[in-house]
């Protein structure tokens, strides 16, 4: 009887914490901070409530070899992840490399390396706080996608775009 009771005590505290909340709104969009020209978030936020987002943003490791001051795009991407409540959606992110678009699909290119997370705290339909921690893995292999990525993280107000 006693251990009934703790299986049912254990399933009691263990659900709620299990279950995602519900999102407040659908906060698909192009996402940016409009006093910082270069850079921006697509968070696609699906019917399921199940969000992909992309952080499009210059990588640090990579200046353009036609001029030396700009550096190569980044794109840093986040899967999937939880709401831990109506307004705020936190997932794992990942670097990855591939085929390029113009070219025949190439399997052995792909690679993907998880180096931190994010997280969207929304304000209201148009205004959240997006946060960034970049921490890679050490020890990696030079041809992985996040070899050499330094650790970074930070927070920045972003708005919707508008057109």
């Not at 199940?50 to 070899?65: F, G, K, S």
């Not at 890679?136 to 920045?156: E, H, Q, V």
Request: no cysteine.
């Amino acid at each position: 009887m006693i251990l009934r009771f703790l299986a049912v005590a254990f399933l009691a505290a263990a659900l709620p914490a299990a279950a995602q909340s519900v999102p407040a709104a659908n906060y698909s969009d192009i996402w940016y901070n409009a006093s910082e020209s270069g850079w921006g978030v697509t968070f696609t936020q699906h019917t399921d409530n199940n969000v992909e987002a992309v952080w499009y943003t210059y990588d640090p490791r990579a200046a353009d070899t036609s001029n030396p001051a700009n550096f190569k795009p980044l794109w840093i991407v986040m899967p999937g992840g939880t709401w831990t409540s109506p307004t705020i959606f936190t997932g794992d992110v990942y670097v990855t490399t591939g085929t390029p678009f113009a070219q025949a699909w190439n399997p052995t290119l792909f690679g993907l390396t998880k180096v931190g997370t994010f997280t969207f705290s929304f304000q209201s339909a148009g205004a959240a706080t997006f946060q960034y921690n970049i921490a890679p893995p050490g020890n990696l292999a030079s041809t992985d996608p996040a070899f050499g990525l330094p650790a970074f993280s930070g927070s920045k107000s972003i708005t919707r775009q508008q057109f």
